[in-house]
T-cell receptor
């Protein structure tokens, strides 16, 4: 069985602070994909990134960066210089061989002006 | 742009009613999914379909059924709605390919009174 744990339920920061969201996963699959999705107040999940299990390179996209460490089964997400528009619920997810996504419980990020 | 459209944003039904939640996608995706989202639990897969008239149970199928008569449309059916089915329901679709991702609709918030 696959499991994704997002231990942080809520994070509140002031604008321009950095915020890091933790994600730890469990799987027996040797090939798998990890995802981060953003859910703004409008409700629709927005895809942010996908990483396959063989690619441990960190990635940066603008103010977003991701740190994948297979040795600790973690796929953490950092928002640098946060903005009010970053306020949302963020989900980490894992996809195994069967195309099904297992989601973490989500982390609510509130960025205050 | 991929469009996944859920017919209702908000729905209020009474206990025992038969409820239909509709989802339509315009990208000719083979795979379609229904999730429910609850606070602290993230998204949980109810059912998915990888082709017309095909369906597979997800993690929490009890109390639900699905219908996929056309490729673009995937319906979630609550045969006899109960209060514990009050939730946010999200539909998603994707190609059956490792290079594709799931695209989500905006969700239907269902209240069963």
């Amino acid at each position: 069985a696959q499991k994704v744990t997002q231990a942080q339920t809520e994070i509140s920061v002031v604008e321009k602070e950095d915020v890091t969201l933790d994600c730890v996963y469990e799987t027996r699959d040797t090939t798998y994909y990890l995802f981060w999705y953003k859910q703004p107040p409008s409700g629709e999940l927005v895809f942010l990134i996908r990483r396959n299990s063989f690619d441990e390179q960190n990635e940066i996209s603008g103010r977003y960066s991701w740190n994948f460490q297979k040795s600790t089964s973690s796929f953490n997400f950092t928002i640098t210089a946060s903005q009010v528009v970053d306020s949302a619920v963020y989900f980490c997810a894992l996809e195994g061989w069967d195309y099904k996504l297992s989601f973490g419980a989500g982390t609510t990020v509130t960025v205050r002006a | 742009d991929v469009k996944v459209t859920q017919s209702s944003r908000y729905l209020v039904k009474r206990t025992g009613e038969k409820v239909f939640l509709e989802c339509v996608q315009d990208m000719d995706h083979e795979n379609m999914f229904w999730y429910r989202q609850d606070p602290g639990l993230g998204l949980r897969l109810i059912y998915f379909s990888y082709d017309v008239k095909m369906k597979e149970k997800g993690d929490i199928p009890e109390g639900y059924s699905v219908s996929r008569e056309k490729k673009e449309r995937f319906s979630l059916i609550l045969e006899s709605a109960s209060t514990n089915q009050t939730s946010m329901y999200l539909c998603a679709s994707s190609f059956p390919s490792r290079t594709d991702i799931q695209y989500f609709g905006a969700g239907t918030r269902l209240s069963v009174l």
